[in-house]
């Protein structure tokens, strides 16, 4: 006989002195989650054993109640799949709770949440969607699903009593040697496994970072135009976010200097600045390693997308140039792998592991172990690298198709800077309202970022971040013309 898989107890309590039956108890308990929808249509519930065995009393009134439901269509019960909430209930009036779940709007202030959560940022997050220029969207198609499912499909079966328990809140042992073997090698990081901490994702780096290394009240150089997220971060715990200046060689640091000499830390893209692209000059990099060494500040570097350069070799990491450890260096596999894996990691200077791991003990203790050793295997065993330089090629393809199809289309109109690198690219355009196009662009699937969300200050330069991760070489073309007829 087929066995039907048990639903989830609900919360039903019985009274036994109670001068209700104890079957008046249940089918109340049921009628009342049914109709203020703590249960579901569809949903499964228990056998009447496995709940006679939870309240501790005979099956006989826990039949009689069922029956009861059964009768009046609260439930409907299918040979071989058991009992569920009906589909087509009798009675669909909402529980008075769940209509006073939403707050009147009229009395906002009676529900108070944390002061820094009402001053966070509240500029939404442009509309995203799949579909042709998408900021961070890969290349699926081309990632090699066999491998990693084989490697999924090997790790499952290699589970392990240790492997079940808290893992260590720097990550496990076998990715960050590997990422540091990858760091050192690649992105010129001077390092040891020991400096690694495992996140999910460059946003969790940052956020722990910023625990670690700022109090409200605090400094901190942004570029601007910038990234958008990290201000988010930034804001969330009450720091001064300066908006620093980029040009053609990156964050401006005499600038920066001149606004705030004390600032405590700043946050740069060195590598492929985000969103203009631009590499940040040797010079540059010097200054601004000075100033922190001066200030007694941090250097937070997001390299993001620094894998992918398409005209030079890639540029090696600001972190490996510093000599006073004053550089946190952030790095992600959203863009090399995919955004789902949230794996990124940071490589710390060697006194502040102690504190980083202090400060991770009172978030989430670390990503899941499961999958920090799925990645560990990839990488060791050269599916990684093989994957980076099979992208380099589809992505330079991508990035070729989208510069060529730009020059067509908006001839010197457009400035496109930041195409040297990564997987997106800007395009400035004079005299447009790039976030009213963006909108009505999300309508027809074209998934434009407005370059002038970016900014922190005005003049914002209108035009687009355009991702090209994830649009064929072929499609290219099509998808810049749809663009352009929406533009003009
Ligand atoms: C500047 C910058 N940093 C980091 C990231 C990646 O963030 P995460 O690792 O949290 O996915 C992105 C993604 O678009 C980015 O643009």
Not at 364 to 389: K, M, N, T, W
Request: proline residues 6%; aromatic residues 8%.
């Amino acid at each position: 006989m087929k066995r039907v898989p048990s639903g989830i107890i609900p919360v039903i309590s019985v009274d036994r002195k109670s001068a209700d039956a104890l079957y008046q108890q249940i089918y109340d308990a049921y009628r009342g989650a049914i109709v203020g929808r703590t249960l579901r249509p569809g949903q499964r519930v228990p056998s009447t054993r496995m709940l006679a065995d939870e309240l501790g009393i005979s099956r006989i009134p826990i039949l009689n109640a069922y029956s009861q439901l059964l009768a009046e269509g609260y439930f409907e019960s299918r040979v071989g799949s058991g009992t569920v909430v009906s589909r087509s209930l009798p009675d669909q009036t909402p529980a008075p709770h769940v209509r006073s779940a939403r707050p009147e709007k009229s009395k906002p202030e009676a529900r108070r949440i944390s002061k820094r959560t009402t001053s966070v940022d509240k500029n939404v997050p442009w509309r995203r969607g799949w579909g042709p220029f998408g900021v961070s969207q890969v290349a699926f198609e081309h990632f090699p699903f066999p491998v990693w499912n084989r490697l999924i499909t090997r790790q499952s079966r290699h589970s392990y009593a240790k492997s079940m328990d808290y893992g260590d809140p720097l990550g496990l042992r076998k990715l960050r040697t590997a990422i540091a073997n990858y760091v050192r090698t690649a992105r010129g990081v001077r390092c040891e496994d020991e400096q690694i901490m495992i996140v999910s994702g460059s946003q969790q780096a940052l956020e722990i970072t910023t625990r670690v290394l700022l109090d409200p009240g605090d400094s901190v150089w942004m570029e601007d135009p910038g990234y958008r997220f990290a201000y988010r971060v930034f804001g969330f715990h009450g720091c001064k976010v300066v908006p620093v200046p980029v040009d053609h060689e990156g964050l401006n640091v005499a600038a920066g200097i001149r606004s705030a000499r004390q600032a405590r830390a700043a946050l740069v893209t060195p590598s492929h600045q985000y969103p203009l692209g631009v590499t940040m000059s040797a010079s540059r990099r010097l200054q601004l390693l000075a100033w922190a060494e001066q200030a007694g500040s941090w250097i937070i570097e997001d390299d993001y997308d620094s894998e992918y350069r398409y005209e030079s070799m890639p540029i090696a990491s600001l972190q490996g140039l510093d000599h006073h450890a004053r550089v946190i260096y952030i790095g992600t596999f959203s863009k090399v792998m995919f955004p789902s894996l949230r794996l990124g990691y940071i490589v710390l200077p060697v006194d502040l592991v102690e504190a980083f791991h202090a400060v991770r003990l009172s978030m989430d203790i670390g990503p899941s172990h499961f999958f920090q050793a799925v990645l560990a295997d990839f990488i060791g065993e050269g599916h990684f690298s093989r994957h980076i330089r099979r992208m380099r090629v589809v992505y330079g393809e991508r990035r070729s198709a989208l510069i060529e199809s730009i020059r067509k289309e908006f001839g010197s109109e457009a400035e496109v800077t930041g195409g040297q690198a990564g997987m997106h690219l800007s395009m400035a355009l004079t005299g447009i309202r790039d976030r009213e196009i963006a909108l009505r662009a999300a309508d027809e699937n074209l998934w434009l970022v407005p370059l002038s969300s970016s900014y922190l200050t005005k003049p914002q330069r209108p035009g687009f971040i355009l991702g090209f991760g994830s649009t064929s070489a072929e499609q290219m073309p099509a998808a810049v013309r749809k663009m352009s007829a929406l533009i003009r």
